[in-house]
């Protein structure tokens, strides 16, 4: 072997060798403590961002959305603004339950006309057809008002505590409204979900305010949005305000539900009285079905039987009314 193989392999040799040593170096330095951690902090950091970034565009999306739908809406006129309501006091299922228990109710009507139980004559069709569905749409979008407004005025207190807390810590309004409608649920959180979207795309907040005032339809909210409006307008101490304010809603929800205990008593008595006719004419039906026939196969019969649904319905919500006190 001659003088220049030797140095060629030994140049070899000591190549692998510093790479095998450079190589391990590297690798010792990257397990230390202090390169571990901000390895793991540049990882988090970059999946933040992506995960803020991911946010933000779906944030906007829904945002663009539903200013899409509001804008159709409003280009409808009227029937639009009974369509937002009525979204809005069933929780976005407002319509479908409405044609539900219209669908229902008039399916009901028909079997009934046709099994005998309902008398045949020229005003019954048209009741059935008519009438009763339309009846039962009003119960069925009172059912939903009256559950909307508990919720919502169970929850607000608690929203604008969250405001007072963020606006202490300097959170501005429209960020903390955007909060509220991440972290409330229904019926509360999709409606501040909605103002604070309108907020994102840069509505003016009197706009936004003004709109979910007509939406909600609430006095307890109107006031929360005037103490806003107030605030941004002339200045002074939001928490103060919306502490005060926080404080009159719950002695109100609180005194409404005093006034619901102590009429209890009258509201059952109604609901009794109401139930008690059907409940002799089905006992009546099973027992003794030639005894009551008469009032469904007999003109007499049905004019006593249009008489009394209107007695019973008037005896109803007299007693609804008596019952029922504003707060």
Known sequence: MSTTDVLTLFVFMASV???LAFLVLGDALRQRAGHRIRARLRASVGVSRNLARQK???DLE???SEARRRRRRQAMGSLGYYLNRLDTVGLGKGSRNVLLAMGAAAMLALLGLML???PLSWWSWPLALGGVPLLAGWLAYHKMLERFEHGFLGQLPDAMDMIVRASQAGVPVNQSIRNIGEHFSAPLGPEFRKVGDSLLLGNDLQEVLDEAVLRIELPDFSFFSVCLSLQRDTGGSLVEALENLAGVIRARRDL????????AEGRLSGMILAALPFVIGATLFASSPDYIRIL????TGHSLLGVAGVMLTIGVLSIRKLAKLEV
């Open 296 to 299: 469904f196969e007999t003109d």
């Open 56 to 58: 933000i565009l779906a």
């Open 17 to 19: 060798l510093a790479g």
């Open 62 to 64: 829904r945002a663009q």
């Open 256 to 263: 409404r539900l005093k006034a619901k205990a102590m009429t």
């Open 116 to 118: 005998g139980i309902l």
